[in-house]
């Protein structure tokens, strides 16, 4: 079946530097896309969505960036802070399908001080 | 603002027993998820409410599994004669339209079944 997945499992980067997390969905009839950063042992927290029809979108310190063509997201987040440590998810739902929003597994993202 | 609580917070129970699990949304918010979160895993789908209308249920891994939102707020998943692989975390969302656009998450619910 179709669904949402992540590249990586897990990534490192240094407190102070930009973090690059990336998203492959395979559903080309997505309509709309959310990340989500979860911290142990709590619920998935948004962080910014974007739609189909958009290819970027901007909030605090992240942006989101949506290439249709070959089906990626991702989210920069720009200055790493120690807070920023938690597992990320992508998720997208298509508008008339399914209501609920498909996750991929999620990637972890450690910040080394 | 309160956003999306859950309760309990953790719940261990045997084999074969029934368990309910409560939330309340985000006041005002007329959309209603249950999401079902394997350790390790992302969260998958369970059930989905327009105020008290169910109208998706395509998740619900089996005809043990039953959630209701009678007047539109509170909701409640009940799983009955619970098994080993109901054990997970039972996460909860609102949004505040139709459709599923930003949806905000409750804590959680972790359930052991030993």
């Known amino acids: 079946g179709e669904s949402v997945g992540l590249h990586l499992p897990t990534l490192s980067v240094q407190e102070g530097d930009n973090s690059i997390i990336n998203c492959a969905y395979s559903?080309?009839?997505?309509?709309?896309f959310i990340w989500y950063k979860q911290e142990s042992g709590k619920g998935p927290q948004f962080i910014i969505d974007?739609?189909?029809?958009?290819d970027k979108r901007q909030g605090q310190r992240v942006t989101v960036l949506l290439n249709k063509t070959v089906k990626h997201l991702s989210l920069q987040i720009a200055a790493t802070q120690p807070g920023d440590s938690a597992v990320y998810f992508c998720?997208?739902?298509?508008?008339?399908?399914?209501?609920?929003?498909?996750f991929g597994k999620g990637t972890h993202l450690i910040i080394q001080p | 603002g309160a956003g999306v609580s859950q309760s309990p917070r953790y719940k261990v129970a045997k084999r074969g027993q029934d368990v309910a699990l409560r939330c309340d949304p985000i006041s005002g918010h007329v959309s209603l998820f249950w999401y079902q979160q394997a350790l390790g895993q992302g969260p998958e789908f369970l059930t989905y409410f327009q105020n008290e209308a169910q109208l998706d249920k395509s998740g619900l891994p089996s005809d043990r599994f039953f959630a209701e939102r009678p007047e539109g707020s509170v909701s409640t998943l009940k799983i009955q004669r619970t098994q080993q692989e109901d054990s997970a975390v039972y996460l909860c969302?609102?949004?505040?339209?139709?459709?599923?656009?930003?949806?905000?998450f409750g804590p959680g619910t972790r359930l052991t079944v030993t």
């Open positions: 969302a609102s949004s505040v339209g139709a459709g599923g656009l930003e949806q905000y």
């Open positions: 998720a997208e739902m298509e508008f008339g399908g399914a209501d609920g929003l498909t």
């Open positions: 974007i739609r189909s029809n958009m």
């Open positions: 559903n080309s009839a997505s309509d709309y």
